[in-house]
Every structure is written in C-alpha cells, then in structure tokens.
C-alpha cells in the first residue's frame, strides 16, 4: 500500500513540471514577440515606417508636378527657371531666344517642340511652382507694352542690312520698313509709315530702349530708341541700318501697345 501512495504522490509531482514548464515557454514566447515587435531591425519595423515613407515619396511627386503655362511674352521667376533649364540669359523675359532653347529642350526630350511650356515640359523641367497668377500677370504686362530686351536685340541682329526705299525685308529697309519689321517679330503690328506709326503709338516723355523715337510731326523719319542718345534706324541711301546717335533734340518718342 506504501508503495501504491509512493506512487500516487510522485505522479502529482512529475505532472506540475510539465505545467510549469509549459508556462515558462509561453511567458518566453511572449516576451520574445515583444522584443521581436519593439527590436529596430523587427520585421514589423518596415510596415510601421513605409506608410510615412510612401507619403513622403508622394509629397516629392506631388511638389514637381507643374501645372502652369509659362510662354512667349511672359515675365517673373518662373521664366527664369525656364531659362536656366534651357540654357540661356536669366533675364525673366521669354523672348525669342527662350523660345528657340525650350524647342530645343523639348526635341531632346521627346516633347512636343512647340516652345510653350506647359504640364509636361514643366514637370519635365523640375519647375518648382504650380502657380499661373505670374504667367497671367506676365501676359497682362506684355499686353502693354513689348520685351525692349527682345526689341532691341532683333535691331542689333539687322545692323548692317542694306538701306533700300520702300523696303520692309532683310534683303532692305526703309525707316519705317525697320521698324515695322522688327514689332512684327515680336507680335506687334505697325502700319506702314513714320507718320501713320506715330499716330499709332502712345506719346513719352522720357523714353525707355525699345521706344520708338520720331522726327518731326509729321514724322519724316524714325527709328528704335536705344537709350544713352542712340538709335537703331534704316538711315538713307548712304546709312544702312545700324546704331547711332540721334543727332538733334526735335524728336518725340511713342511706345507700342
């Protein structure tokens, strides 16, 4: 009977260490996920980081996304950003040049070449506003009056084509011819003659370069003010057409609208 209780006792005591153990197996697996879910290196570390991650990923996109229209005529940061793209002067003013280097920008990125930057030339180019308010401003200003950086540099481009009466092309100009040339590359258009182009302009009293200068009312002839007393006009049979000094004080001046 003894050994029958022996028995009966030792069976309790070998079943409480399975139980114990068992329990000390589950605290450890425990305590181990813990570790596991607050360890740097976790598995569970990356799904708890990329959703930020991912936003953040998205918010770059979001921030080089354009959404503006920045072309000819048009003035402010954003044509200077254009600019330093495309590879020329950073004047804040999209003249012709511009134009020609976004063309060129837009061949070599298989875009349409059309000189216009839009959506997609401009997130192309990394421009970093999505704002129109400039461009729309630009367009207003350029309205009123035209780029004298872009006018002039047309006349500095045509110093040296042959005086011709009557004439309004490079093989020749006439006074007028000139200058109704020059605005036309620039989307202004001027009637035919000195007077008529007087008329046609809005009088200053102190001019800016890119004025028009005239002589006489009615004007007998004119040219492109190009400040500092000098002018660039089509001068006569012995003058062709290039810059200099305006040589009397009987002129006015008209700016184009």
């Known amino acids: 009977m003894s ?5 009966r006792h030792r069976a309790p005591s070998t079943k409480t260490p399975r139980r114990a153990g068992a329990s000390m197996v589950a605290v ?7 570790a596991a879910a607050t360890a740097p ?4 570390a990356p799904s708890a980081v990329s959703a930020p991650a991912a936003a953040s990923a998205s918010s770059a996109t979001s921030a080089t996304t354009f ?39 837009q061949k070599r990125n298989g875009l349409v070449a059309d000189g216009i930057v839009g959506p997609r030339t401009g997130t192309k180019m990394g421009l970093r506003s999505t704002s129109t308010s400039t461009s729309r401003t630009s367009t207003r200003t350029s309205t009123r009056t035209v780029s004298s950086s872009s006018v002039l540099s047309t006349a500095a ?19 007028s011819g000139f ?18 182009q007087r008329r046609a302009t809005t ?27 000098m002018m660039y006009d089509a001068g006569n049979a012995r003058v062709d057409t290039t810059k200099r000094k305006i040589w009397t004080s009987n002129v006015t001046y008209g700016r184009v609208r």
């Open 3 to 7: 050994m029958f209780y022996a028995g």
């Open 28 to 34: 450890a697996a425990v305590s181990l996920g813990t």
């Open 41 to 44: 290196g976790a598995s569970a």
């Open 67 to 105: 959404s503006g229209l920045v072309k000819r005529g048009h003035r402010g940061s954003l044509v200077k950003q254009v600019q330093r793209k495309v590879g020329v002067s950073a004047d804040g003013i999209f003249g012709p040049m511009t134009q020609s280097a976004v063309k060129r920008y």
């Open 157 to 175: 481009s045509l110093v040296g084509t042959p005086y011709r009466y009557g004439g309004t092309s490079r093989s020749g100009f006439d006074c």
């Open 179 to 196: 200058t109704q040339y020059v605005f036309a590359r620039h989307g202004k258009s001027l009637p035919r003659t000195a007077e008529q």
């Open 203 to 229: 009088r200053v009293y102190s001019p800016q370069p890119g004025d028009l200068v005239f002589f006489g009312a009615p004007a007998w002839h004119m040219g492109i003010y190009a400040g500092n007393g």
